[in-house]
């Protein structure tokens, strides 16, 4: 039986195409995440906020929002519109087309609702400060995974096997926050 992992030296019995594979994936799912991380019903709050401003079409929304959350926050179409036929549904927004475009705009509900939720900013990240957060997490995430990967590029057998004991340590301290009251 033929045996595909290296044997002995640098990372013995660990395939470096799968390590790099793996730390790859998981960039992509913290830069993919952090700037999504929002609460499903802040696209509603964001819409009902921005057009208690100003009249605004569907893709002035999202470019409004975006802004406004510092590139932390892009709804997509996927949101925003059936967001807004449901706000229209509600009565508390109407449509008006000019141009070919809709331009939504506050009815009089709508305005009464805004005035419920005043003092609230459902583009504002979460927390105080803006080093806290999800957009922090998925930061130092990346970063540990990219010293993770120098180590298994670059380190010594027993280099590596620190680093997992490290890691390992690691994920478990992570693991026992989430379990505190």
């Not at 594979?21 to 830069?31: D, G, I, N, P």
């Not at 009464?112 to 003092?119: P, Y």
């Amino acid at each position: 039986m033929s045996n595909s992992f290296p044997t002995g030296g640098f990372g013995a019995g660990i395939p470096t195409e799968s390590i790099r594979q793996a730390f790859e994936q998981l960039r992509s799912t913290f830069e993919k995440r952090a700037g999504s991380r929002v609460a499903r019903g802040d696209v509603r709050a964001a819409v009902l906020a921005l057009l208690a401003e100003q009249p605004m079409h569907g893709y002035q929304i999202i470019r409004e929002i975006e802004e406004r959350s510092g590139g932390a926050w892009k709804p997509s179409a996927g949101s925003v519109y059936p967001t807004l036929q449901l706000l229209a549904d509600e009565g508390l927004i109407s449509a008006e087309e000019s141009n070919g475009r809709k331009t939504f705009s506050l009815t009089d509900a709508g305005r009464a609702a805004v005035d419920e939720t005043a003092g609230s900013s459902p583009w504002d990240p979460q927390g105080s400060g803006d080093d806290q957060g999800y957009p922090a997490l998925a930061k130092a995430g990346f970063e540990l995974a990219q010293a993770a990967a120098q180590v298994g590029r670059t380190g010594t057998p027993e280099q590596v096997q620190q680093a997992v004991a490290a890691l390992d340590e690691t994920r478990r301290r992570l693991y026992s926050i989430l379990a505190q009251d």
